[in-house]
């Protein structure tokens, strides 16, 4: 494992001004999508060097430039929760990072799970525009290398948040920042690797 940082960003996301405000209701629970409707609400994009797009029933992020975090939101919002989500190395180098975002205030406060196709996790906070380190990265058996699918699992309760991995634990941290939020998930590439595609698929958040 190189290295990581995280630089450049390009914000891809469906949040209004309404969805955000600290006033709006929360979504009920429990909330699907295994992306089969292109009408489901999440943001694609087709440029030159980044694409979303609903496909194969799965949502589907290709990154061709170096030193990239994209992401998507869901345009909802959620305190306590159980996030569930299938995430699939389609093709690209390993050396990269993908995962989800949960209590998305807006596009400068929210926290970012994620794990690498060469097998390490780390948790980030991005606050008033800047990133925190929650979980510095980490090698764990738990994640599947390469061109693999995980399942990815987030527990939202309170301050307190839980990451699994193919249904192992990776790990637990506390927060007071962010009580509620959207969700999103993200892939990006680094500095010198780009090429990545990543599939996401059968998205659950249950009580």
């Known amino acids: 494992m190189m290295g990581r ?42 440029d030159p060097a980044l694409h979303i797009r609903y496909q194969d029933s799965a949502l589907h992020f290709t990154i061709d430039d170096l030193d990239q975090i994209v992401w998507s939101i869901a345009g909802q919002r959620f305190e306590n929760f159980t996030l569930d989500v299938d995430a699939t190395q389609v093709e690209g180098p390993s050396d990269n990072n993908y995962g989800v975002l949960i209590r998305y205030v807006d596009e400068k406060n929210f926290y970012r799970l994620d794990i690498s196709g060469d097998g390490y996790f780390a948790i980030n906070k991005y606050q008033a525009g800047k990133w925190i380190k929650l979980q510095d990265w980490t090698e764990s058996a738990a994640i599947k290398r390469e061109a693999a699918a995980n ?36 892939a990006g590439t680094l500095f010198d690797t780009a090429g990545v595609q990543i599939a996401f698929d059968n998205l659950t958040v249950s009580p």
């Not at 001004?17 to 943001?43: E, I, M, R």
């Not at 948040?161 to 993200?186: C, H, P, R, S, Y």
């Open 5 to 46: 940082t995280l630089h450049r960003l390009w914000l891809i996301c469906l949040a209004t001004l309404v969805a955000c405000s600290p006033s709006s209701a929360l979504t009920p629970l429990p909330y699907a999508d295994d992306f089969s409707n292109p009408a489901s609400g999440w943001k694609t994009v087709d």
């Open 151 to 186: 399942h990815l699992q987030v527990i939202a309760k309170g301050n307190r948040f839980t990451l699994a991995v193919n249904g192992e634990t990776v790990a637990t941290f506390a927060d007071d920042d962010f009580k509620q939020g959207d969700i999103g998930l993200t």
